[in-house]
């Protein structure tokens, strides 16, 4: 499991990658995500990358798509230390953090969580998107398959062997600073992470459900799609929940004014830390609901095929 924990976390912000061994970026042209598709091609050029925009009216009823089932989640020592990894800040979690139901083929295990972020609430840095809208941060619970037990190699070539579950973080109205308070938490250790590779230990008490406090879990969209870091590999089924957390201005902003990308002061802040929008050809996304008829299926996701093939008939 800890070898599992260490490579996955490497598969979403490694530092070094591919043949050539070159380095994968987000601030220079010759690094950054417009390049992935050539510099990691195996899977950064494939046909179901993440992230994307969800367009909800498309979004397909599936009643299938239950609750789920978090363990651990509300247990207050489930994080163990949190990094500057000079792409993200990545809290990884003790073992026995599982989450199972929500149409899950079976128990994946969250192994870690970290986040996607612009510059402050003024430059909004999600990876999804939803209707064109681009939330202010994204935060990402990476989870992997129980049954692979550990074997990064099976877990990765299993097109369903991750689990990535997606929430928003918006801005809370108003003047209200250092909320909510185990966001405080969290984000009082970046002060002590301000350079690439610092790690330090969480010693407070502060549990999952707390950081997705007024998150309705039982509201997502569903696709299947890929790593949103090189490897970009196509192995992960992704939940993007549909409330936003909501956390005070404040601390948004510290995410993009504390974290340096590199290993001295002087390199520059960690802003703008998410992959552009994918293509995403002929992928359903599904949402809770029932399934819509036959006709106004083909009216809302295959519209134009329909037209195209209604033209070509007469
Ligand atoms: C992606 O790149 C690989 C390696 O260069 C190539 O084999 C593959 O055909 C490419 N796939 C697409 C969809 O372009
Ligand atoms: C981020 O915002 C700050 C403050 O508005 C600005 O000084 C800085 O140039 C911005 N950084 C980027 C990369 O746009
Ligand atoms: C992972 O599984 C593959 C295929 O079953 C096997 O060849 C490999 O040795 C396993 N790796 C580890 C680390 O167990
Ligand atoms: C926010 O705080 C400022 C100064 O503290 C005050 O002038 C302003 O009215 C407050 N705005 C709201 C919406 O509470
Ligand atoms: C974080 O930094 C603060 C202030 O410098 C310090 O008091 C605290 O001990 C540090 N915590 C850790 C876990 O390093
Ligand atoms: C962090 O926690 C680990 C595991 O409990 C422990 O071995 C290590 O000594 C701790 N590091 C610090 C700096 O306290
Ligand atoms: C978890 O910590 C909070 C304070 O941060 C406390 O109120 C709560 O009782 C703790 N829960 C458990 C199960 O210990
Ligand atoms: C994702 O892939 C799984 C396994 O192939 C399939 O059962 C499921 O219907 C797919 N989900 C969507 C939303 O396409
Ligand atoms: C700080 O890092 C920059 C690159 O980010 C480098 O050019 C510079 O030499 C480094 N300075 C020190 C004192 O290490
Ligand atoms: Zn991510």
């Known amino acids: 499991m800890n070898q599992l924990v260490v490579i996955v976390a490497t598969l979403f912000v490694p530092t070094t990658y591919g043949a050539a061994g070159g380095l994968w970026c987000y601030h220079d042209p010759s690094c950054d995500d417009t390049t992935w598709s050539t510099i990691a091609s195996?899977?950064?050029?494939?046909?179901?990358?993440s992230p994307i925009n969800i367009v909800s009216a498309s979004a397909v009823g599936d009643e299938t798509l239950t609750a789920f089932t978090f363990t651990k989640y509300g247990d207050n020592y489930t994080m163990k230390n949190i990094k500057n990894t000079g792409k993200t800040v990545k809290v990884e979690l003790t073992s026995g953090v599982q989450v199972t139901g929500g149409a899950l083929s079976e128990a994946y295990d969250s192994l870690q969580f970290h986040l996607h972020w612009g510059n402050g609430t003024s430059v909004p840095g999600s990876?999804?998107?939803?209707?064109?809208?681009?939330?202010?941060?994204?935060?990402h619970i990476v989870n992997a398959k129980s049954s692979h037990n550990?074997?990064?190699t099976t877990a990765v070539a299993d097109s369903t062997g991750l689990a990535a579950l997606g929430f928003f973080i918006e801005a809370m109205p108003g003047n209200v600073t250092g909320s909510p308070a185990a966001w405080n938490t969290l984000t009082s250790y970046l002060a002590n992470i301000t350079l690439k590779d610092d790690i330090v230990n969480i010693t407070h008490a502060?549990?999952?459900d707390e950081l997705l406090e007024g998150v309705d879990r039982?509201?997502?969209y569903r696709y299947n799609g890929s790593l949103t870091t090189p490897n970009c590999n196509e192995a992960v089924v992704w939940t993007v929940f549909k409330d936003p957390i909501k956390v005070s201005q404040d601390l948004i902003d510290l995410f993009s004014t504390t974290l340096h990308i590199d290993h001295n002061s002087t390199s520059a802040l960690m802003t703008n830390v998410f992959r552009s929008i994918q293509p995403f050809n002929d992928w359903v996304v599904t949402t809770q609901g029932r399934p819509a008829s036959g006709a106004s299926t083909m009216c809302s996701s295959l519209g134009l095929m329909a037209l195209a093939w209604m033209l070509l008939r007469v």
């Not at 195996?42 to 990358?49: A, I, L, P, V």
């Not at 990876?127 to 935060?139: A, I, K, Q």
């Open 42 to 49: 195996e899977h950064c050029n494939g046909s179901r990358q």
């Open 206 to 208: 502060i549990s999952l």
């Open 150 to 152: 550990g074997n990064t």
């Open 218 to 220: 039982t509201k997502y």
């Open 127 to 139: 990876e999804h998107t939803v209707d064109g809208t681009r939330y202010p941060m994204e935060l």
